[in-house]
């Protein structure tokens, strides 16, 4: 239902045409793809980070790079590897032997928008790192601490067959996640037009749609989308049943739940409020439906799931028990 702000409702359709031109520029250069473009769409106005996970030469890194040209804001490449150190990423103090000194490098993660490269190459104390500006959008360098420039946002990306010389990021850093997209394969008709680019999608001239300014506008106006507490209830819900209920003999007592070791935290409710809001703001609406949710969910929730070893052995993914839950779960 329709909530009583103060906003009109012709900004929102505003809005909403200025989102389906990101879409349009973005086009130019990725083919297909609709649901990573709508899922880094939903981050950068929810203000959250994106973890994409696809194999390599889906055009991952092109995705990001177009999202930096529309937006107008700083971007950054760090390839994770093995041997990274943190201070490669957040920067370190510098000894200045003309001044017998130490000043501070800043490093990479001083950006608007990083684009962390095979994420899970790194070892444990680089991404947690990561994680502290992730998390709380600063960087502690030596004694002190600096804020990052504002926006900030990670888009990471991962190799899910590869998993020689990798490290699995910790459920910790994976909760800080807003979003996980899986970038999949394109269609053959897809592909046809990819290959006769001839790989020089990346040159086409896109148009700078986005500002600072309107991204904090869009925020504004995502705090005056209206989610009913029908909608609230049906998200924790969903949530909720994630979280494993053992019977007195130790094992869980349904079938859904021998898949799943670890359920979504409170958090998870959060993100999937933020990004339902963010997916009804996208359709030029001020309030929230139940398929805003259900549109979202598969991305807020698959990264936050921990599975049984049931799981793998039956092939059980996340994603088929989300769709089973939204399939169970009444709605308002």
């Known amino acids: 239902m ?19 031109q990101c879409r349009n520029e973005v086009a130019k250069r990725l083919t297909g793809q609709h649901p990573v473009v709508d899922g880094i769409l939903t981050a950068l106005v929810a203000g959250g980070h994106v973890l994409l996970e696809g194999v390599p030469g889906l055009a991952k890194t092109l995705a990001v790079k177009t999202f930096s040209d529309i937006s107008g804001l700083e971007f950054k490449r760090i390839q994770f590897t093995p041997d990274l150190l943190p201070a490669d990423i957040t920067g370190t103090l510098i000894y200045e032997q003309s001044s017998g000194l130490f000043t501070v490098r800043k490093g990479p993660v001083f950006t608007n928008l990083v684009l962390a490269d095979e994420i899970n190459r790194a070892p444990a104390k680089v991404q947690s790192a990561l994680l502290e500006a992730m998390a709380e959008r ?21 190799n899910p067959i590869e998993q020689e010389g990798t490290y699995n990021l910790p459920e910790a850093e994976l909760d800080r996640f807003l979003m996980k997209l899986l970038v999949t394969y394109p269609s053959p008709a897809e592909e046809v037009q990819i290959v006769q680019g001839g790989g020089r999608q990346e040159n086409i001239p896109v148009q700078q749609v986005l500002t600072p300014e309107i991204l904090e506008r869009s925020r504004q106006l995502l705090e005056q989308v209206s989610c009913d507490e029908k909608i609230i209830e049906y998200i924790v819900s969903i949530v909720s049943v994630t979280r494993p209920v053992i019977s007195r003999s130790g094992k869980p007592r349904d079938d859904l739940h021998k898949y799943i070791s670890f359920g979504a935290s409170p958090r998870a409710g959060i993100a999937l409020s933020r990004c339902a809001k963010t997916a009804a703001l996208f359709a030029g609406r001020n309030y929230v439906l139940p398929e805003d949710v259900k549109t979202v969910a598969p991305a807020v929730l698959r990264h936050r799931l921990v599975l049984s070893y049931e799981a793998a052995a039956d092939g059980v993914t996340a994603d088929d028990l989300i769709a089973k839950i939204l399939t169970l779960m009444p709605v308002p």
């Open 138 to 158: 600063q960087v502690t360098i030596g004694e002190k601490t600096y804020p990052l420039p504002v926006p900030f946002f990670v888009l990471a990306t991962q």
């Open 2 to 20: 329709p909530a009583q702000t103060d906003v009109s409702s012709s900004e929102f359709e505003q809005y909403q045409k200025i989102f389906q």
